[in-house]
Protein backbone atom coordinates (compact mmCIF):
# COMPACT_ATOMS: atom_id res chain seq x y z
CA UNK A 1 0.00 0.00 0.00
CA UNK A 2 1.34 3.56 -1.20
CA UNK A 3 2.93 5.28 1.41
CA UNK A 4 0.96 8.46 0.23
CA UNK A 5 0.54 11.45 2.27
CA UNK A 6 -3.58 11.33 3.25
CA UNK A 7 -5.38 14.48 2.85
CA UNK A 8 -7.95 14.63 5.22
CA UNK A 9 -11.79 13.05 3.89
CA UNK A 10 -14.86 13.66 5.86
CA UNK A 11 -18.16 12.80 4.85
CA UNK A 12 -18.34 15.26 1.89
CA UNK A 13 -19.41 18.34 3.95
CA UNK A 14 -17.28 21.35 3.83
CA UNK A 15 -15.14 20.35 0.52
CA UNK A 16 -13.12 24.21 -0.80
CA UNK A 17 -13.47 24.90 -4.50
CA UNK A 18 -10.71 26.38 -6.29
CA UNK A 19 -12.16 29.76 -6.11
CA UNK A 20 -12.42 29.64 -2.23
CA UNK A 21 -8.93 28.50 -2.04
CA UNK A 22 -7.69 31.38 -4.01
CA UNK A 23 -9.80 33.54 -1.71
CA UNK A 24 -8.39 32.39 0.74
CA UNK A 25 -5.01 32.51 0.04
CA UNK A 26 -5.75 36.77 -1.03
CA UNK A 27 -7.71 37.38 2.76
CA UNK A 28 -4.51 36.43 4.24
CA UNK A 29 -2.01 38.07 2.28
CA UNK A 30 -3.93 41.15 3.17
CA UNK A 31 -4.06 40.74 6.77
CA UNK A 32 -0.01 39.86 6.24
CA UNK A 33 0.56 43.17 4.64
CA UNK A 34 -0.89 45.12 7.58
CA UNK A 35 1.69 43.45 9.85
CA UNK A 36 5.36 44.03 9.41
CA UNK A 37 6.16 41.15 12.21
CA UNK A 38 8.28 38.56 10.67
CA UNK A 39 6.65 34.96 11.21
CA UNK A 40 8.76 33.29 9.01
CA UNK A 41 9.90 29.73 10.43
CA UNK A 42 12.94 29.03 8.59
CA UNK A 43 15.88 29.14 11.54
CA UNK A 44 16.80 26.22 13.98
CA UNK A 45 18.89 25.75 16.84
CA UNK A 46 22.16 25.55 16.07
CA UNK A 47 22.84 22.10 17.91
CA UNK A 48 20.10 20.80 15.51
CA UNK A 49 22.20 18.09 12.75
CA UNK A 50 21.32 19.41 9.17
CA UNK A 51 21.28 17.49 6.01
CA UNK A 52 21.88 19.24 2.95
CA UNK A 53 19.85 17.72 0.31
CA UNK A 54 21.56 18.62 -3.61
CA UNK A 55 18.88 18.09 -5.78
CA UNK A 56 18.95 18.94 -9.71
CA UNK A 57 16.69 21.94 -8.66
CA UNK A 58 19.04 23.16 -6.45
CA UNK A 59 19.73 22.41 -2.29
CA UNK A 60 17.43 22.33 0.58
CA UNK A 61 19.19 22.48 3.75
CA UNK A 62 17.15 20.80 6.45
CA UNK A 63 17.41 21.13 10.31
CA UNK A 64 16.31 17.85 12.41
CA UNK A 65 15.19 18.14 15.91
CA UNK A 66 16.94 15.83 18.07
CA UNK A 67 14.04 16.03 20.35
CA UNK A 68 12.22 14.26 17.94
CA UNK A 69 14.70 11.47 18.62
CA UNK A 70 13.69 8.34 16.65
CA UNK A 71 12.87 9.93 13.40
CA UNK A 72 16.35 12.08 13.45
CA UNK A 73 18.02 9.40 14.49
CA UNK A 74 16.71 7.00 11.80
CA UNK A 75 16.48 9.39 8.70
CA UNK A 76 20.50 10.65 10.07
CA UNK A 77 21.02 6.76 9.55
CA UNK A 78 19.74 6.14 5.85
CA UNK A 79 21.83 9.49 4.98
CA UNK A 80 24.96 7.86 6.10
CA UNK A 81 23.96 5.03 4.32
CA UNK A 82 23.62 7.58 1.07
CA UNK A 83 20.08 5.65 1.31
CA UNK A 84 18.21 8.73 -0.53
CA UNK A 85 20.79 9.17 -3.54
CA UNK A 86 19.12 9.15 -6.80
CA UNK A 87 15.70 9.00 -5.26
CA UNK A 88 12.68 11.52 -6.61
CA UNK A 89 10.61 13.76 -5.38
CA UNK A 90 7.94 11.36 -6.49
CA UNK A 91 4.73 13.19 -5.23
CA UNK A 92 4.39 16.97 -5.37
CA UNK A 93 1.22 18.96 -4.85
CA UNK A 94 1.30 23.06 -5.22
CA UNK A 95 0.25 24.79 -2.08
CA UNK A 96 0.49 21.39 0.02
CA UNK A 97 3.74 19.80 -0.11
CA UNK A 98 6.65 17.83 -1.85
CA UNK A 99 7.32 14.23 -0.76
CA UNK A 100 10.45 11.95 -1.51
CA UNK A 101 11.87 9.01 -0.19
CA UNK A 102 10.41 6.25 -2.19
CA UNK A 103 13.89 3.89 -3.24
CA UNK A 104 11.24 2.32 -6.03
CA UNK A 105 11.83 6.06 -7.54
CA UNK A 106 15.14 5.53 -8.44
CA UNK A 107 15.84 5.37 -12.07
CA UNK A 108 11.62 4.66 -12.62
CA UNK A 109 10.59 4.81 -16.18
CA UNK A 110 8.06 7.60 -16.34
CA UNK A 111 5.44 5.12 -16.60
CA UNK A 112 6.17 3.14 -13.12
CA UNK A 113 4.48 3.12 -10.44
CA UNK A 114 6.19 4.55 -7.44
CA UNK A 115 5.50 5.45 -4.21
CA UNK A 116 4.67 2.46 -2.15
CA UNK A 117 8.72 1.59 -1.23
CA UNK A 118 10.70 2.02 1.77
CA UNK A 119 13.13 0.11 3.99
CA UNK A 120 10.49 -2.70 5.23
CA UNK A 121 10.16 -0.99 8.34
CA UNK A 122 7.72 1.87 10.14
CA UNK A 123 8.95 4.78 12.84
CA UNK A 124 6.93 4.55 16.23
CA UNK A 125 4.75 7.67 15.81
CA UNK A 126 6.54 10.90 17.74
CA UNK A 127 3.19 13.32 16.98
CA UNK A 128 3.62 15.99 19.30
CA UNK A 129 0.13 18.43 19.63
CA UNK A 130 3.00 21.70 19.77
CA UNK A 131 4.54 20.96 16.80
CA UNK A 132 3.09 22.42 13.23
CA UNK A 133 3.09 21.77 9.75
CA UNK A 134 4.18 25.53 8.96
CA UNK A 135 5.62 26.10 5.61
CA UNK A 136 9.02 24.18 5.54
CA UNK A 137 8.25 21.75 8.27
CA UNK A 138 9.94 18.52 7.83
CA UNK A 139 7.30 15.51 8.20
CA UNK A 140 7.26 11.90 8.06
CA UNK A 141 4.80 10.08 5.73
CA UNK A 142 2.93 6.99 6.50
CA UNK A 143 -0.05 4.48 5.45
CA UNK A 144 -3.69 5.69 6.63
CA UNK A 145 -4.97 4.63 9.94
CA UNK A 146 -7.62 1.78 8.19
CA UNK A 147 -3.79 -0.49 8.20
CA UNK A 148 -2.04 1.73 10.57
CA UNK A 149 -4.06 3.19 13.41
CA UNK A 150 -1.16 3.93 15.44
CA UNK A 151 -0.05 6.63 12.50
CA UNK A 152 3.49 5.14 12.64
CA UNK A 153 5.61 6.81 10.11
CA UNK A 154 6.99 5.25 6.41
CA UNK A 155 10.84 3.98 7.08
CA UNK A 156 12.23 6.43 4.84
CA UNK A 157 9.34 8.88 2.56
CA UNK A 158 9.18 12.38 4.28
CA UNK A 159 7.54 15.48 3.14
CA UNK A 160 8.35 19.23 3.19
CA UNK A 161 5.92 21.59 3.52
CA UNK A 162 4.94 23.97 1.27
CA UNK A 163 1.27 25.15 1.98
CA UNK A 164 -1.01 28.10 2.00
CA UNK A 165 -1.59 31.04 4.02
CA UNK A 166 -5.04 30.49 5.89
CA UNK A 167 -6.92 33.86 7.40
CA UNK A 168 -9.03 32.87 10.46
CA UNK A 169 -11.77 31.86 8.34
CA UNK A 170 -10.31 28.82 6.35
CA UNK A 171 -7.43 28.08 9.64
CA UNK A 172 -10.90 27.39 11.01
CA UNK A 173 -11.88 25.03 8.05
CA UNK A 174 -8.32 23.29 8.18
CA UNK A 175 -9.47 21.92 10.90
CA UNK A 176 -12.71 20.41 10.60
CA UNK A 177 -11.18 17.03 10.02
CA UNK A 178 -9.79 16.48 13.60
CA UNK A 179 -12.73 18.14 14.78
CA UNK A 180 -14.62 15.21 12.65
CA UNK A 181 -12.46 12.44 13.55
CA UNK A 182 -13.18 13.86 17.47
CA UNK A 183 -16.89 13.57 16.80
CA UNK A 184 -16.46 10.13 15.41
CA UNK A 185 -14.68 8.64 18.51
CA UNK A 186 -17.14 9.59 21.29
CA UNK A 187 -19.76 6.50 21.41
CA UNK A 188 -22.88 8.97 21.72
CA UNK A 189 -22.50 10.09 18.19
CA UNK A 190 -22.01 6.18 17.10
CA UNK A 191 -25.79 5.70 16.14
CA UNK A 192 -25.60 9.30 13.50
CA UNK A 193 -22.70 7.22 11.75
CA UNK A 194 -24.94 4.22 11.90
CA UNK A 195 -27.46 5.90 10.06
CA UNK A 196 -26.02 7.28 7.67
CA UNK A 197 -24.46 4.07 6.73
CA UNK A 198 -28.23 2.93 6.14
CA UNK A 199 -29.30 5.99 4.20
CA UNK A 200 -26.67 5.90 1.83
CA UNK A 201 -27.07 1.90 1.13
CA UNK A 202 -30.42 2.60 0.72
CA UNK A 203 -29.83 5.79 -1.45
CA UNK A 204 -31.64 8.21 0.09
CA UNK A 205 -29.25 11.15 -1.03
CA UNK A 206 -31.28 13.85 -0.06
CA UNK A 207 -31.89 12.66 3.38
CA UNK A 208 -28.06 11.66 3.66
CA UNK A 209 -27.03 15.63 2.87
CA UNK A 210 -29.66 16.72 5.47
CA UNK A 211 -28.01 14.30 8.34
CA UNK A 212 -24.25 15.87 7.37
CA UNK A 213 -25.76 19.37 7.64
CA UNK A 214 -26.71 18.56 10.88
CA UNK A 215 -23.02 17.03 11.50
CA UNK A 216 -21.87 20.36 10.62
CA UNK A 217 -23.66 21.88 12.78
CA UNK A 218 -22.55 19.88 15.59
CA UNK A 219 -19.24 20.06 14.85
CA UNK A 220 -19.02 23.70 14.60
CA UNK A 221 -18.47 24.05 18.68
CA UNK A 222 -15.84 21.85 18.68
CA UNK A 223 -14.25 23.75 15.87
CA UNK A 224 -14.15 26.72 17.60
CA UNK A 225 -12.65 25.24 20.87
CA UNK A 226 -9.73 24.02 18.96
CA UNK A 227 -9.25 27.35 17.34
CA UNK A 228 -9.47 29.54 20.51
CA UNK A 229 -7.41 26.69 22.12
CA UNK A 230 -4.50 27.81 19.55
CA UNK A 231 -1.46 29.84 20.67
CA UNK A 232 -1.89 33.28 18.84
CA UNK A 233 1.77 32.81 17.77
CA UNK A 234 0.26 30.25 15.79
CA UNK A 235 -2.79 31.27 14.60
CA UNK A 236 -0.37 34.75 13.28
CA UNK A 237 2.56 32.18 11.48
CA UNK A 238 -0.27 31.03 9.52
CA UNK A 239 -1.88 33.42 8.36
CA UNK A 240 1.71 35.61 7.69
CA UNK A 241 4.18 32.61 6.58
CA UNK A 242 1.60 29.67 5.55
CA UNK A 243 1.28 25.65 6.08
CA UNK A 244 -1.22 22.86 6.26
CA UNK A 245 -2.43 22.64 9.39
CA UNK A 246 -5.14 20.28 8.12
CA UNK A 247 -1.92 17.64 8.85
CA UNK A 248 -1.48 18.97 12.70
CA UNK A 249 -1.80 16.03 15.16
CA UNK A 250 -1.61 13.40 12.25
CA UNK A 251 1.54 13.40 11.41
CA UNK A 252 5.31 13.20 12.82
CA UNK A 253 6.89 16.57 12.48
CA UNK A 254 10.62 16.04 12.93
CA UNK A 255 12.69 18.91 11.36
CA UNK A 256 12.91 22.41 9.40
CA UNK A 257 13.56 23.44 6.32
CA UNK A 258 16.26 26.20 7.10
CA UNK A 259 17.98 27.19 3.50
CA UNK A 260 16.40 26.66 0.08
CA UNK A 261 12.88 28.20 -0.03
CA UNK A 262 13.35 29.17 -3.46
CA UNK A 263 14.10 25.61 -4.47
CA UNK A 264 11.30 24.00 -2.28
CA UNK A 265 8.90 26.67 -4.77
CA UNK A 266 10.71 25.63 -7.87
CA UNK A 267 10.05 21.88 -7.31
CA UNK A 268 6.42 22.92 -6.21
CA UNK A 269 5.95 24.54 -9.21
CA UNK A 270 6.88 21.58 -11.25
CA UNK A 271 4.25 20.46 -13.58
CA UNK A 272 2.67 17.34 -12.65
CA UNK A 273 1.41 14.43 -14.35
CA UNK A 274 -0.44 11.03 -12.99
CA UNK A 275 -0.07 10.27 -9.15
CA UNK A 276 0.91 13.80 -8.84
CA UNK A 277 4.23 12.87 -10.47
CA UNK A 278 6.93 16.15 -11.99
CA UNK A 279 6.55 15.48 -15.33
CA UNK A 280 10.11 16.19 -15.25
CA UNK A 281 12.41 14.43 -12.71
CA UNK A 282 13.35 16.30 -9.94
CA UNK A 283 16.01 14.01 -8.05
CA UNK A 284 18.16 14.14 -5.28
CA UNK A 285 21.49 13.78 -6.39
CA UNK A 286 23.03 13.53 -2.72
CA UNK A 287 22.22 13.84 0.56
CA UNK A 288 24.53 14.34 3.28
CA UNK A 289 25.31 15.72 7.05
CA UNK A 290 26.40 19.12 6.47
CA UNK A 291 29.29 19.50 8.87
Not at 6 to 19: D, Q, R
Not at 86 to 112: C, E, W, Y
Not at 256 to 266: A, Q, R
Request: proline content about 5%; hydrophobic content about 35%; aromatic content about 8%.
Amino acid sequence: MKYALMLPIMLAIASCSNTTKTNAIDSARSLAQTDSTDYSDSTAPAEWPRVVLKTTAGNLTLALNPEQKLHTQNFLKLVKSKFYNGQLFHRVIKDFMVQSGDPKSINASPTAMIGDGGPNYTVPSEIKPNLYHFKGALSAARQSEDVNPMKNSSGSQFFIVTGTLLDELHLKQSLEAQAFENFKKEPANQETFLKGQALSQAGNMAALQELEQDVQKRLQPIIDKMYASLPVQVKQRYANWGGAPSLDNNYTVFGKLVSGYNVLSSIENEPTGSADRPKKDVKIIEAFIQE
